[in-house]
């Protein structure tokens, strides 16, 4: 007997008794769904944190005025002396490093003839695009003159673009940011959302300018630091230890901010690449620990679809004991009470994954966390359900098989 | 007696059943031999072993000792499986009880010895319908064994015996669940596929349905009594 005749009888012999199967299928429902979301999760968490390492470069240090704990809360943060051109060309000086840009924002008010915007402007040097691993992908970069001589030109991050100029074409037109009138020369490439948990913030809302021209004209100057920058970005060269680098970088803030010895630093270095992969590792052992959880729910699932396919055996050793006296052999009715199991487990297995699916897609909408679900999470959960099926269905059906046929047929 | 020449043959055949710390000899050292297209009827109390030797006819069980050939082969040669494939291609069984699967109506029922077949039979669904209709059920092809009288449910139990077009039809008293009008029928039908050529072999405690038959052997203790046949044995067993 063929399969498919073979999953033909399964279906028939499972709608016979449509609730019996439904509690039967119930084990490995939950347990496909619940594999289904713990992986989903899994998936989802490692993708934002993989696009957060590849965004913030695996090499780039943050300077930050304030201490920091470990647990990388702030503590008064932004409330220490902030930072100045002085220390970003003494960092440039290290060897170590590649390249360095001080940051300073703000909120902007920009105002285009069509239209306006409230945005954040960023301002930066010339690096500032090499460091963070953003170019233009219209127009050019500010260059180290524009930087020095405080020139009024900018780029546009994609959101903030369309929406000052939803026509598209920004490049070379002027906005007033605050009021000051800035052109337009550049349009940046795409970054999307940025951090987890549902505290996105979207990257490409923003003006990013030129350092000095965005603290003498836009934000304004510190009353005790004369040409401050509040963070520092520190691209470390290739194959040099950024943990090293970490430390050389305090020693040396130390250093220049006069920090007494065995004083607290009154600054931070920040290793966000560093941070985030601890917190990719975590995530990873808390989705295998609930992966594994899953995995229970099935097997216990799979005992179930065991016992009661032995029900069926015994209900039906009588029609067993007709199909081989009429020519079934011991693999016919192996096969068929093996195909019963795996399309029982194999049906369970769709409604957990389209509860599942519903499962996935509540959490992605609460914790406003991307929806992965990825053509292997469905293979593993499809693959895993019928699996149990042929598991747990190989006994009773194998005792099917080696029914005595007269005595099945005598049974009653 | 030759062993070539007869389809069904069996030579010193016994079977013991053991309850509890008692054996039972349901046969006791039986030598038969039915030829193509014979019709034969197997009588006898309960107990006297028709039934054990049914089942030992059908390929179901095995003797305790003893050797039987069917077409001319033994069977204590074969396997499980060859066994198996011996009662799809060559043996058609009907029961007291029908025995047809109640979820799938006529069809499906008469279809199935066909879905164990491991020639190539080709159309199935046209065999399946070809034996419906040689039992007069072609209009009720859709019907449940629910919605069919004793008789129709027998008769659909014989079309699936004929689907594999079989050269041995086994009936285990075919006609035990029936009335007297339809045991009529079932037996005439008997009778016509005798007369096509397939060898008939019927088990009955009745009398009226043995003289269907053209051949009556009765058994007693295990042991053929008389076998019409063979007129001179009288409580002979070794032939």
């Keep these: ?412 | 007696m030759t062993t070539t020449q007869a389809i069904i043959s069996c030579r010193n055949l016994t079977k013991v059943y053991r309850m509890g710390d008692q054996e039972v000899r349901a046969l006791d050292g039986v030598d038969l031999d039915i030829h193509e297209g014979e019709f034969v009827a197997i009588m006898g109390p309960s107990g006297s072993g028709k039934s054990s030797l049914m089942n030992l006819i059908g390929a179901l069980d095995r003797p305790t000792s003893g050797e039987m050939w069917i077409n001319g082969r033994a069977l204590s040669e074969m396997s499980r499986d060859e066994l198996a494939d011996l009662r799809n291609e060559t043996l058609g069984f009907v029961f007291q009880q029908f025995n047809l699967l109640a979820r799938q109506d006529a069809f499906q029922n008469v279809r199935l010895p066909l879905r164990y077949a491991r020639k190539d039979i080709g159309d199935m669904d046209a065999r399946a319908k070809e034996c419906l209709e040689l039992v007069g059920l072609g209009t009720r092809m859709d019907h449940r064994p629910m919605q069919l009288s004793g008789g129709q449910q027998q008769r659909v139990a014989i079309a699936r015996a004929l689907s594999n077009r079989p050269r041995i039809l086994l009936a285990d008293e075919p006609t035990g669940a029936l009335d007297s009008k339809t045991t009529v029928e079932i037996m005439h039908l008997m009778q016509d596929l005798n007369r096509q050529g397939i060898t008939v072999v019927v088990i009955t405690h009745e009398n009226e349905v043995a003289e269907y038959a053209r051949r009556q052997i009765h058994f007693r203790d295990g042991k053929i009594e008389t076998d019409s046949a063979h007129p001179e044995l009288k409580r002979a067993s070794g032939g």
């Design chain 1, 1 to 412: 007997m063929k399969v498919g005749l073979a999953a033909t009888s399964a279906a028939e012999a499972l709608f016979s008794n449509p609730l019996r199967s439904l509690l039967t299928m119930l084990g490995i429902i939950i347990g496909v769904a619940s594999v289904m979301v713990m992986m989903s999760i899994g998936e989802g968490a490692k993708a934002q944190i993989e696009a957060q390492i590849s965004s913030v470069g695996t090499n780039v240090l943050n300077l930050q005025p304030g201490s920091m704990n470990r647990g990388g809360r702030n503590h008064g943060g932004g409330s220490a002396r902030p930072f100045n051109e002085a220390d970003i060309s003494a960092i440039g000086q290290l060897s170590f490093v590649e390249e360095v840009t001080g940051t300073l924002s703000g909120q902007a008010n920009a105002v285009s003839e069509e239209t306006n915007w409230t945005t954040t402007i960023q301002g930066g040097t010339s690096s500032f695009f090499s460091v963070n691993n953003w170019p233009a992908v219209e127009g050019r970069i500010f260059t180290e003159q524009e930087v020095q001589g405080g020139a009024a030109v900018a780029l546009l991050g994609k959101t903030a673009a369309t929406n000052l100029f939803p026509r598209g074409d920004a490049l070379g037109q002027r906005i007033r940011v605050n009021g000051v009138p800035i052109e337009i020369i550049g349009i940046l490439e795409t970054k999307g959302q940025s951090g987890g948990g549902g505290m996105g913030r979207d990257r490409d809302d923003i003006i990013v300018a030129p350092l000095s021209m965005v603290r003498n004209r836009v934000t304004g100057g510190n009353r005790w630091v004369s040409r401050h920058v509040s963070n520092i970005q520190v691209l470390v060269q290739d194959g040099y230890d950024v943990i090293e680098a970490q430390d050389e970088l305090a020693t040396i803030m130390r250093e220049r901010r006069r920090v007494e010895p065995g004083a607290q630093d009154n600054f931070s270095v920040i290793n966000f690449a560093d941070m985030i992969k601890q917190r990719a590792a975590v995530a990873e052992n808390m989705s295998m620990l609930l992966a594994f959880t899953a995995a229970v729910s099935l097997i216990v699932g799979g005992v179930g679809v065991m016992n009661i396919m032995l029900v069926s055996v015994t209900e039906r050793t009588r029609e067993i004991g007709l199909r081989m006296a009429v020519g079934a052999r011991g693999g016919d009715i192996l096969l068929q009470f093996l195909v019963e199991a795996v399309v029982l487990c194999t049906l369970g297995g769709l409604i957990g994954m389209a509860i599942g699916w519903v499962g996935v897609y509540a959490y992605a909408q609460i914790a406003a966390a991307p929806m992965l679900v990825s053509p292997i999470i469905i293979a593993t959960a499809l693959g895993a359900a019928a699996s149990v099926g042929l598991i747990f269905g190989f006994f009773p059906a194998r005792r099917a098989a080696q029914l005595d046929p007269i005595q099945a047929l005598r049974y009653d």
